[in-house]
């Protein structure tokens, strides 16, 4: 049973929720705030003052290619880093990661009944596609639709967040409304997503999968080409909605191995890599030409974990599942971690510091978070020996990108091999990786939790069970209480009560062991000064639209 809710409860709690939401968001960052440190040197300040300049390109380096480009569908930085650029959305976060904000996108204003239950969206009228036809209604209505019930044979990646739509109207060419059936204290978050880009309705309606194949956004930049292995090309849109922008003639994206970020960043190959370095890296590069580079960090809205394939004997057992929650030291491999990796902290299912996470001392009590090793990897080996799984050999499928994820799933291995499980480590690129998570052809899996966003609906739809439709529940699960607890902090608008209730998801699901966090991240960005007004966003599918960039020679 959902909590029970007034009319004007809900109406109360919703228009407070709202406020918070679109206001300071990263006010959610809490004590973590405290420990991130801004080290951008003089000339990014005196950029401030500066009237930005039209002309010149971006190089962009990317550790990831798209596996295909149909933002829908996908949930890596290797779709997001190229494709944004060529996209809108509704609405969307603005701002870096001191003043997070809701602001409009395609939609010049929106607005929210008493009960919370229908959303108003007013379009801008001059707005157009990359081939020149206007985008209407239609078109975010189209697109809406194929996210939250998409055609067959089509992923979309997020639907769960949606499920909540009943209706989608369209009274005129420049207005939206959106009905849904319950209160949704993440509703907004879930409009302000970078991966709901705007599609042509006639295009979906020639063919579904269009948006897999082929760019036609109303975003600032054009599609040029992309050379498969090598690179990716935009240049500027110059039917663009923003008047003015973007001020870059256009940008360029090499795919490369992260091994090459520093040295192609020293060497001047890349002016920039949008997601994140190691403190290592940063330390190359601030070593060889300080004079040359702005560093930015600041805290990270993402993380990797360990899916465990709930299909698969003996991992259908909790016993066993436990055991291998219980083998690594999070306490003591954080630090060192830190020195060498994007990790950094320990926590749950929501990032540290976070108002809705579980604080150290709750973390403590749960299997897993014992500070005391020793007691924790003897009792893992008791419980693989009462599963009788004691010599037990797993299939562990892995991620080819070197940063973080073959420093995690090295920490992983030995990790296991401390309590007698032997590894079969397996590391595919990333096309492969994904469609290898899909399939179920893993014993545990690298995963991660990172969104746009830290509201818990983006983060524990990693989570929920299969019975929940969502793509992105590589566990396959059945545990239907997971789903309960999920739905139960989702329709409280009380933040309050909604804490109470993210705290018992966390505890359960955590408890369960499907999934099982390793660590979460440091965001790190180094670029040449001579780039000017990109921010550093608490997450990297954030700011990549590249529309306020500009470079000076």
Known sequence: MYPRLTHERVRRNYKENQRRKETIVMKKLGSMAALAAVLAGAASFAAVAQTPKKGGVVNIAVVA??????CHGSTTFGLAHPVFPHYSTLIRYAGDWKSMKIESDVAESWSVSQDGLTFTFKLRQNVKFHDGSPMTSADVKATYER???????????????????????????????????????????????????????????????????????????????????????????????????????????????????????IGGQFDIELRGLTPGERDQIVSAKKDDFVVLEGPWSASLMLTINAKKKPFDDLRVRQALLMALDRWGGAPAMAKI?????????????????????????????????????????????EAGVKNLKISFLNRSVGQPYTAGGIYAVDQWRRIGIETDHRQVETKLFFDGLARGDFDVAM????????????????????????????????????????????????????????????????TQAYNQMLFWWQRIVVHNKRIHGWKLTPSHYLGNTLEEVWVSE
């Open 147 to 265: 996210i939250k019930d998409p055609p067959a044979g089509i992923v979309s990646a997020r639907r769960a967040l949606y499920e909540d739509i009943t209706n989608i109207d369209t009274p005129d060419d420049h207005t939206v409304v959106f009905k849904i059936k319950a209160p949704n204290a993440s509703m907004l978050d879930g409009f302000a997503s970078p991966w709901n880009c705007i599609y042509s309705a006639a295009k979906l309606k020639e063919n579904p999968r269009y948006p897999e194949t082929n760019i036609m956004g109303t975003g600032p930049y054009t599609f040029v080409e992309h050379v498969k292995g090598a690179s990716w090309e935009g240049k500027r849109f110059d039917g663009y909605f923003r008047q003015g922008k973007p001020y870059l003639d256009g940008f360029k994206m090499f795919f490369v191995k992260s091994s090459a970020l520093a040295t192609g960043l």
């Open 447 to 510: 995963d991660f939790i990172t969104d746009h966003a830290d509201d818990p609906n983006l983060q524990y739809v990693h989570v929920v069970s299969e019975a929940m439709n969502n793509p992105q529940s590589y566990s396959k699960h059945s545990d239907l209480k997971i789903d309960q607890l999920f739905e139960a902090q989702k329709r409280e608008l009380d933040p309050a009560k909604r804490k109470i209730l993210t705290k018992d998801f966390e505890r359960y699901a955590i």
């Open 341 to 385: 990796s994007l990790m950094k902290y320990v926590g749950g299912f929501t990032r540290p510091g976070y108002e809705y996470g579980l604080t150290d001392a709750e973390l403590e009590k749960l299997p897993g978070y014992s500070r005391d090793i020793n007691k924790s990897r003897e009792q893992a080996k008791k419980l693989l020996d």
């Open 65 to 70: 290619e798209p596996p295909n480009y149909d």
